[in-house]
């Protein structure tokens, strides 16, 4: 069965530090890999998206990126964190066909200071 | 307009009550539809497909409704455990678009 780890589960920074959150996944090849940041109290809003190594898209422009180094590996990151970039992140993954679901890895809580 | 739309709410009702959750969407293109769950802290995690016929799974039950753009939930019998937030999601085909709705909380009171 399909398995998704994201780590760490909470992190708090200052500002102007950087970031790097790693996500992966297990049990499935080629999947698509997906960065979402929920606010407190909010929606989810999609800030990355790949299709492949190396392949990325950005939804949201703003102070953070992405990459995927390996087909099941999904890293976001910061050169310099805003007070702003708080919030609950979340990877997930899917298969591409007609009825897409999307599973989510367990979320990393940053809060910069 | 937000591409998907539900009530935030919250809804409070006591344990075995019936409750529905609404969600709308605006992209007529919209293939396939779900509804999430969220606990607070946790990540979303899908409760169940929504299909064009109906579909019920225990105690939920999901209906989609294409002419008028809408998708709803329906919980009968509330569990205390069901107190969450309920996500509605649209797929929309031609580019990775999964929206999803700003969610509604339910809150189950003995």
């Known amino acids: 069965s399909q398995t998704i780890h994201q780590w760490p589960a909470t992190l708090v920074q200052p500002v102007g530090s950087p970031l790097s959150l790693e996500c992966t996944v297990e049990?499935?090849?080629?999947?698509?890999l997906y960065w979402y940041r929920q606010a407190a109290g909010r929606g989810l809003q999609l800030l990355f998206y790949?299709?492949?190594?190396?392949?990325i898209s950005s939804e949201v422009p703003q102070n953070l990126s992405a990459s995927r180094p390996q087909d099941r590996q999904f890293i976001l990151s910061s050169k310099k964190l805003l007070l702003s970039d708080s919030g609950f992140y979340l990877c997930?993954?899917?298969?591409?066909?007609?009825?897409?679901?999307?599973?989510f890895g367990s979320g990393t809580q940053l809060s910069v200071l | 307009r937000k591409e998907v739309e539900q009530d935030p709410g919250p809804f409070n009702v006591p344990e075995g009550a019936t409750v529905a959750f609404n969600c709308t969407y605006s992209?007529?293109?919209?293939?396939?539809f779900f509804w999430y769950r969220q606990d607070c802290r946790k990540e979303p995690k899908l409760l169940m497909s929504v299909y064009s016929s109906g579909n019920e799974d225990g105690r939920f039950t999901a209906q989609l409704n294409r002419a008028s753009q809408y998708i709803s939930l329906l919980i009968r019998d509330s569990k205390l455990s069901d107190s969450a937030t309920y996500l509605c999601?649209?797929?929309?085909?031609?580019?990775?678009?999964?929206?999803f709705g700003a969610g509604t909380r339910l809150f189950v009171k003995a």
């Open positions: 992209n007529s293109a919209s293939q396939s």
């Open positions: 997930a993954w899917s298969v591409t066909g007609p009825n897409e679901k999307l599973f």
């Open positions: 999601v649209v797929n929309i085909p031609g580019g990775f678009k999964t929206i």
């Open positions: 790949s299709v492949g190594i190396g392949q």
């Open positions: 049990g499935t090849s080629n999947p698509n």
